[in-house]
């Protein structure tokens, strides 16, 4: 049973600082990683992707890949209140497989 | 270019009941993922829909079933409703064509079904 994990907060941090969430994920051979956003009452919307080991940076979000640790996090730069949300960890093993979702870290920006 | 549009947004059921819910997948997507959120199990995978041909499928009952058609429109139906199949459901499409990135799913607004 391929598995990923995330705390699920919630995670407050005060309007301007950086938020940090985590995932971890049991299958080794996961090739893809993927970051969401889902506020209440909606869909889930793509923030990032990331394939390979390091650091891959998008606006105020960053996404960190670790294959070795089994570990994936999403970093929020300057974090506002409209960041608030529910982040969703989704990763997919090889090509053709389908994703697996972490339960969700609900983050919260104080103003 | 038009998103992942589903429908009908809201659905009432009475248990026992069948319901069928649609998908329509972004232009030039092939694959169509279903899943299923509740507040308590999170977002789990119901089945994916490439080519027309099932490719993956979830933990569920027979009583959900799933197919495709040849423009990649996708539905899926739930059979003998039960109370505990009040949920989101969702579906996300992806282009599928074996490029990096191609498998990014992008999902859409979702029905709300809920069983009385």
């Known amino acids: 049973q391929k598995e990923v994990e995330q705390n699920s907060g919630p995670l407050s941090v005060p309007e301007g600082a950086i938020a940090s969430l985590n995932c971890t994920y049991s299958d080794r051979g996961s090739q893809s990683f993927f970051w969401y956003r889902q506020y209440s009452g909606k869909s889930p919307e793509l923030i990032m992707f990331?394939?390979?080991?390091g650091d891959k940076e998008d606006g105020r979000f960053t996404a960190q890949l670790n294959k070795a640790s089994q570990y994936v996090s999403l970093l929020i730069r300057d974090s506002q209140p409209s960041d608030s949300a529910t982040y969703l960890c989704a990763v997919r093993g090889n090509y053709g497989q389908n994703f697996v979702f972490g339960p969700g870290t609900r983050l919260s920006v104080l103003p | 270019k038009a998103g992942v549009t589903q429908t009908p947004r809201y659905l009432i059921k009475t248990r026992g009941q069948q319901v069928t819910l649609s998908c329509s997948p972004i232009?030039?997507?092939?694959?169509v993922s279903w899943y299923q959120q509740t507040p308590g199990q999170g977002l789990q995978f119901l089945f994916e829909?490439?080519?027309?041909?099932?490719?993956n499928k979830g933990n569920f009952p027979g009583r959900f079933s799933g197919r495709q058609f040849s423009n990649s429109r996708s539905e899926m139906n739930v059979s003998t409703l039960e109370l505990g199949d009040s949920a989101l459901y969702l579906c996300a499409s992806s282009l599928a064509h074996g490029g990096r990135g191609t498998d990014t799913q992008y999902f859409g607004p979702g029905t709300r079904l809920t069983v009385l």
């Open positions: 829909y490439f080519s027309e041909t099932q490719r």
């Open positions: 232009s030039g997507h092939r694959s």
């Open positions: 990331i394939y390979s080991n």
